[in-house]
């Protein structure tokens, strides 16, 4: 009986420090997926804005792709076009882009106020990472604005 139960306390401890080891490096940041920022997150539909896309955690040298999606209507549409720089992660697997022309989006009815994903996706067009971002009609009452931007946006 004691030995089985030493068998049985030494696999509880084994098992713990396996798990204890994973949480810890996932928790550490190893394993992680690519990460996706968008630093100014809330846009107005204005000529002129612009969105600064960061990404990281992508292969040196990696081609990527940049997506966006309209929450309102569903339309995808690869925006690399219109960023500067290309998005091609440098030898630490990270890029900083911007996006400067999500006006002409706007003005052609394909990107309205709310909020939209953007997608990071390889050559092939499979999905790397992604962040939101929202678009708020600065000429509209601000009742109809997304609520995150009527919170962020000073009156």
């Not at 804005?49 to 960061?54: F, G, H, M, R």
Request: overall charge negative; glycine content about 12%.
């Amino acid at each position: 009986m004691k030995k089985l139960l030493s068998v049985l306390i030494a696999a509880v401890i084994i098992t713990g420090i396996v798990f204890g080891s994973t949480l810890v490096a996932s928790s550490a940041g190893e394993n992680q997926g690519p990460t996706l920022t968008i630093v100014n997150p809330v846009n107005s539909t204005g000529k002129g804005e612009k969105v600064a896309i960061l990404g990281g955690g992508f292969e040196p040298g990696q081609e990527l792709r940049v997506m966006v999606v309209d929450s309102a209507y569903g339309v995808k549409s690869d925006v690399g076009y219109a960023l500067t720089p290309a998005p091609v992660a440098n030898d630490a697997g990270a890029f900083a882009a911007v996006w400067g022309g999500y006006g002409r989006y706007v003005s052609r009815g394909l990107l309205g106020a709310g909020v939209h994903a953007l997608y990071v996706t390889d050559i092939e067009y499979n999905v790397l990472a992604h962040a939101t971002f929202v678009v708020y009609d600065a000429k509209a009452p601000r009742e109809e604005w997304p609520s995150v931007a009527d919170f962020l946006v000073p009156e």
